[in-house]
């Protein structure tokens, strides 16, 4: 007697799993068995129990019925958590609270189960250490034989985005030497910074920023700008992103060892520190600028970014013989890049960068001047992350 309870009990509960599965009936009459993962406004995801993940357009399903429980996004904005019945194109959700709501199946945006359900909240409160998305960028080159050079650029950006905010992060770095037919430096900068949004509203956003530049080719030992102010998402898509900026900053520049225009009869024979000057200067400028984010197909990615900084008063510049020179002074930064990937962390890179300033300290008759512009262009391999 108890050994035909026990088998009882076991053939009840055999048949009685299938019943509980999940169930999708199509409009040509297939069913198919397992359990619904997630789904979206076009599509239901189901796993069956002798498969992998099989995607349905929802104007291919006729019914639909799960026992256990989904949380359910209606176009109204409602979210309603219980089992799900899809009926002759309607979508029932049988609540602890609620009782049944029932809708048309065109109202659903999204379904999810417990873990997707928890997955999502985590990720528009990730922790500092987690949510982290961004890429190493690594390019290199090497010639032999005639002419002897070696060219290095290597550039990082990490990015972490919150429910409200974003923390950005990048640092870039442009090194060339060339040994035949002379030894020369031909390259020498670096660069980076740190940005962070946080929205005010689904549109305006306030930001706040601080970025760094070096180039001995310049002179330029350190250059600093500091800043904050408004932005607005002209465009926010998937797809395509566009955000407007305006602000003000304060940037100070410190150059050393500049050829003296005016220098001493000393200076040619030899190097004496009269020969060489060290100017710096800080002045308050505005933050005008865009920057810009588009989706090839799934896997180019292009960004663009364009900052101006014109000067809002004469800044007083130091030059040799304790004079000074009052100037009005304009800066400007124009970033281009595109990221093609090969595989999930591996991609193929390009970049162009120009940075110019207005009002480069003078150099000695005879020494090469320093340029307004400091134009870059790199390519090679991108290694991305996420966390």
Known sequence: MHKKLVAGLFLSMLFTIPALADQIVLKNGDKITGTVIKSDAKNVVIKPEYAGEVTIDW??????SSTKNFHVG????????????????????????????????????????????LAYEKSLHPRWSEGWTGGLNLGFAVTGGNSETKN?????????????????????????????????????ANGGGIRYDHDLSARAFAFASADFFANSLQDLSLRSIL???????????????????????????????????????????????????????????????????????????????????????????????????????????????????????LGWQNSFGDVFVSNPPVVAPGTPRIERNDVTFATGLNISFSH
């Not at 104007?59 to 639909?64: F, I, K, T, Y």
């Not at 020969?275 to 005008?288: H, T, V």
């Open 227 to 345: 800043g904050g102010g408004m932005g607005v998402h002209a465009i926010k898509t998937p797809v395509t992103t566009l955000d407007l900026l305006a602000g003000l900053n304060s940037t100070h520049d410190s150059f050393s060892d500049v050829a003296n225009p005016n220098p001493p009869l000393a200076c040619t024979t030899g190097k004496q520190p009269a020969c060489f000057y060290s100017p710096s200067y800080s002045s308050a400028s505005l933050s005008l600028g865009d920057v810009f984010m588009h989706k090839f197909g799934k896997s180019t990615v292009l960004t663009q970014s364009f900052l101006f900084y014109p000067g809002l008063t004469d800044t007083t510049i130091d030059l040799p013989g304790n004079l000074t020179e009052s100037v009005r002074v304009y800066r400007g930064a124009f970033n281009l890049g595109t990221v093609t990937k090969i595989n999930k962390w």
């Open 59 to 64: 104007s291919a399903v006729q019914d639909m």
């Open 152 to 188: 290095l650029n290597i550039a990082f950006n990490a990015v972490h985005t919150g429910l409200h905010d974003k923390l950005t992060l990048y640092t870039n770095s442009v090194y060339a030497t060339t040994a035949k037919p002379t030894s020369l430096t031909t390259a020498d």
């Open 74 to 117: 209606l176009k109204s904005g409602e979210n309603v958590v219980g089992s799900l019945t899809v009926k002759e194109g309607k979508l029932e959700v049988t609540t602890k609270d609620l009782g049944t709501v029932e809708t048309p199946r065109e109202n659903i945006v999204l379904i999810r189960d417990d873990a997707d359900q």
